[in-house]
């Protein structure tokens, strides 16, 4: 048998929160030297929560943001713990930590702690330095010889250090920069009108008039929020036809209201909506999403945002043209995100060994144009289309690598989670029933007592 040929690859990652952690991880396993770039003083990413908020610009618009984290001060996660962890580091319960099936933000960020120290993630990043500039050393046509410039500064200030590397993998999330809705007179309206990304008490808007516009989970954890300290709540909505969850929490809070769109907003305060009426607000809060941002990274045009949509890339990680040295962790929403992003960790580790290979860059172009064709006759827009929202593709993906499928005991909880949040938005958080028998099953799982001492875990 032939010996399987490795090389070693010297490897940037930028970004040290759950993407880029278990980037650095596995890049290390196959046997790379791993330098990871890390803008913050600490790890964490998203869940690193930051109380300070942008100054020079409310709706998060100015770029480079200041404050990285969008994470508001009550947040919990919607996902119950037992379904988030990594696959061979679970999500447990640990003693005078948050041991709720839906901890708050803090305890994802010990768990991100926990990861990193365990696997001594720690020594391979570079602190409170900011990524100033990736370019190619060449062309694209340069192949496996393909290298990449980047440089960067401490966040303090100083002069840009340039360094040379074989690969740089990009997973610096996609939760920080607001994407905000064109409404006429947003201009003009003269009130205070902010992105949720700098939102984080509901105390600045006590007996304020309150519209939060998207009725999505950000903007629903927020409005249920507002309803306690505000005067009024307007939730501005796509849709009425909303889930029976948020239904019964309207119908419980006499001062809080849903409505269609906004059709304008005028400078005396009105806001108009698309259905006729009106109200006179102090505030608007935008809960709109975020928009990829790679404002540090010069492809020549080979990868650009357009709607949204980051391309082109192969199973939303390679641009054909650059892969592997250039890829990116962390693109796809509406999976499990830790499991997901390991597996893409993984297939990256191993393209860049030589254990692994990718189809050409044609037939990897000809993938992507029909995942393209195929999205637009479904209807889906490109700001949509890297929402996978399937188990089974996250195996397939999986197997490119030879990453195991997702535990079905995994897969149940989370489907169970989704189904209770939609009908119990209020209280779902809270109402986790522990009889569930794919609860017993993922307490029994022999992953879930290999790491850790006994008298270190609450199960």
């Known amino acids: ?102 901890p708050g933000h803090r305890e994802i960020y010990l768990y991100l702690r926990d990861f990193c120290d ?46 040379i590397f074989d690969a740089v993998v990009v997973a610096n999330g996609h939760y920080s920069q607001p994407w905000m809705p064109n409404i006429k007179g947003m201009d003009v309206w003269t009130r205070k009108q902010i992105h949720s990304h700098v939102y984080r008490v509901p105390e600045p808007y006590r007996d304020e008039v309150v519209v939060v516009v998207g009725s999505s989970l950000s903007g629903q954890d927020i409005s249920m929020e507002l309803v306690s300290a505000a005067k009024e709540v307007h939730i501005s909505s796509k849709s009425l036809e909303i889930s029976e969850g948020l239904s019964k929490v309207i119908s419980k809070y006499p001062n809080l209201h849903l409505h269609l769109q906004i059709d304008s907003l005028c400078e005396d305060g009105q806001v108009l909506f698309v259905d006729g009426s009106s109200v006179i607000a102090d505030s608007i809060i935008y809960c709109t999403g975020y928009s990829y941002s ?70 990897m172009m000809k993938a992507i144009k029909e995942f393209y064709r195929t999205k637009e006759i479904e209807g889906i827009p490109k700001r949509k289309q890297h929402e996978i929202a399937s188990f089974e593709y996250c195996d397939m993906y999986g197997d490119n690598c030879g990453f195991p499928h997702l535990e079905e005991w995994r897969k149940e909880i989370c489907l169970s989670a989704l189904k209770n949040c939609l009908m119990n938005l209020e209280t779902c958080r809270d109402q986790w029933d522990d009889d569930d028998e794919w609860l017993q099953v993922a307490y029994e799982s022999h992953c879930f007592t290999q790491l850790y001492d006994a008298n270190d875990v609450a199960l």
């Open 118 to 163: 365990w696997f001594g993630l720690r020594e391979l990043i570079r602190f409170d330095t900011r990524v100033d500039n990736v370019a190619m050393v060449g062309s694209a046509e340069s192949g496996n010889n393909l290298k990449w410039v980047v440089g960067s500064k401490a966040t303090n200030g100083g002069k840009v250090v340039e360094e």
């Open 294 to 363: 790679f404002p540090f990274l010069d492809t020549k045009g080979i990868v650009v945002v357009d709607g949204n949509r980051v391309g082109p890339l192969y199973e939303h990680t390679f641009p054909p043209l650059l892969a592997p040295s250039l890829s990116f962790v962390g693109i796809p929403k509406k999976i499990l995100g830790f499991p997901f992003f390991e597996s893409q960790a993984k297939w990256i580790a191993q393209l860049l060994s030589g254990k692994k290979t990718l189809p050409s860059s044609d037939d």
């Open 1 to 102: 048998m032939i010996p399987e040929i490795k090389q070693s690859k010297y490897v940037c990652v930028i970004g040290a929160g759950p993407s880029g952690l278990v980037a650095a991880r596995e890049l290390r396993r196959e046997g790379h030297s791993v330098v990871v770039l890390e803008q913050n003083h600490d790890i964490g990413g998203q869940w690193l929560y930051d109380p300070r908020v942008e100054e020079e610009d409310a709706l998060g618009r100015v770029t480079p943001l200041k404050v990285h984290s969008s994470v508001y001060a009550s947040l919990r996660v919607m996902s119950p713990r037992l379904s988030m962890g990594f696959t061979d580091f679970p999500f447990l319960a640990r003693k005078g930590r948050d041991m709720r099936a839906f």
